[in-house]
């Protein structure tokens, strides 16, 4: 009986170190997340501002044309750019996040193989 607790006891303990392992990762990953949102919106702004100034000291309609033309492609190149990169963050975020949880299925997976059935 006293063999039972303590492993039930020393399972509690595991899953409790497991729960705050997933934390710590996700406390990282959304860190990083922000972080990059932070950087893209920073530069963002910035490539905006220098677009007006640009397009504000056109010369020309054709020139605006093309001033305008580059923005829209620097600016979408640069959405699709971050868009994956956001992406790939979330999919590592997912994978930390779910390794401790694969290790203590797996435990209790191979638990539950050892244990015998009672007999009716």
Avoid: C, H, W
């Amino acid at each position: 009986m006293a063999t039972n607790f303590e492993d039930f006891q020393k399972f509690g303990k595991e899953q409790l170190e497991a729960v705050s392992s997933v934390a710590a990762s996700l406390a990282k990953g959304f860190q990083s997340i922000a972080a990059e949102a932070t950087d893209y919106s920073k530069r963002s702004l910035e490539t905006s501002s220098a677009y007006l100034e640009k397009l504000v000291g056109a010369k020309s309609l054709d020139n605006a044309i093309q001033i305008q033309s580059e923005y829209a492609k620097v600016a979408y190149e640069g959405f699709v750019a971050q868009t994956t990169k956001i992406g790939e963050l979330y999919a590592n975020l997912a994978k930390e996040a779910f390794k401790p949880v694969e290790s203590a299925i797996a435990k209790a997976q191979s638990v539950a193989s050892s244990v015998t059935p009672i007999a009716k």
